[in-house]
């Protein structure tokens, strides 16, 4: 039986990374281009993702999580509202996929270029939208299968810290309308609550992932693609999806499709950093400074009415904020 190393020894790690990579380059060119990741298979994905990001180190992104099933509310301007709102969502519910897929820096891919990480969650516990977990469920995830051989939150976020996807320079996220994206994700690496102010949620953001690129921001500048979704945008430009929408997988690997078709078309080739990196939209006082007033100046909650728990509850005001 071959003990596993621990993921903060370096040198028994790199040996152990190296024979499990060899294990799993066996497996042939006949697998699937998107790589569903459990709980049994955590390891040896993460073995192939530290090989592959040296070369491919264009890092498109998509998650999927149990919808929006709060709102807050407090004298607060707009940009500050939606970083409330995304921090009180994420909160109180957990990650259910993440994918990623990995470009170099041409757009070109791996043969396996697509890993989506299915993580533990059991929808008799968690609190979730009614309506966002049937639409995942009719996109095909298995939530039984995520009961059982979801992946450890804990576990994932050791060996990501080590994997080779962050805190580097070299490595460029890319993603679409990120900002629960990168919130759930920050929350998994770091194991703690996210910050309660917005610029300090960018300054750990921006250790973890000093490049980001976010295509729905980019497309403000892109007349005929602006205000579209992902899906729309692929199809105007003629790009073909793999696997299924709403999988965080495919939309993982139609994100980095989309980006260098969009930087081809509409970039001449070269995105301007200082325009586009490290802005989520959503986020990133990007939006008008008004002003968004309640009967109290302290944020509390109100709930969508789809909102599901079996096992939790929270305290609520009788209205919310929509806008």
Known sequence: KTQTA???????????????FQQASMMGPSQPIIRDIWNDNLEIEMARIRELVEKYNYVAMDTEYPGVVVKAIGTLSLAEYNYQNVRCN??????????????DENGNHPDIPTFQ???????????HSEKSINLLKQSGIDFNAHRDRGIDPIRFGELFITSGLAFLDNVKWISFHSNYDFAYLLKVLTAQALPSEEREFFNVLRAYFPYIYDIKHMIISCKNLKNRGLSDIASILALKRTGNQHQAGSDSLLTGDVFFKIR???????????????????????????SISSD?????????SSASSSSSSIRTSTSGLEI
């Not at 994420?90 to 470009?103: A, C, D, H, P, T």
């Open 264 to 290: 081809q078309v509409h970039f001449d080739g070269i995105i301007d950093d200082s325009k586009y990196c490290g802005v989520i939209y959503g986020l990133t006082n990007i939006w008008p400074s008004v």
């Open 90 to 103: 994420v909160e109180m519910m957990k990650l259910i996929q993440l994918g990623i897929s990995l470009f």
């Open 296 to 304: 109290d100046s302290s944020i509390s909650l109100s709930t969508v």
């Open 117 to 127: 990480f299915n993580f533990k969650y059991n929808l008799d516990d968690e609190m």
């Open 6 to 20: 621990s993921p903060f020894s370096t040198t028994s790690q790199t040996q152990t990374e190296r024979a499990i």
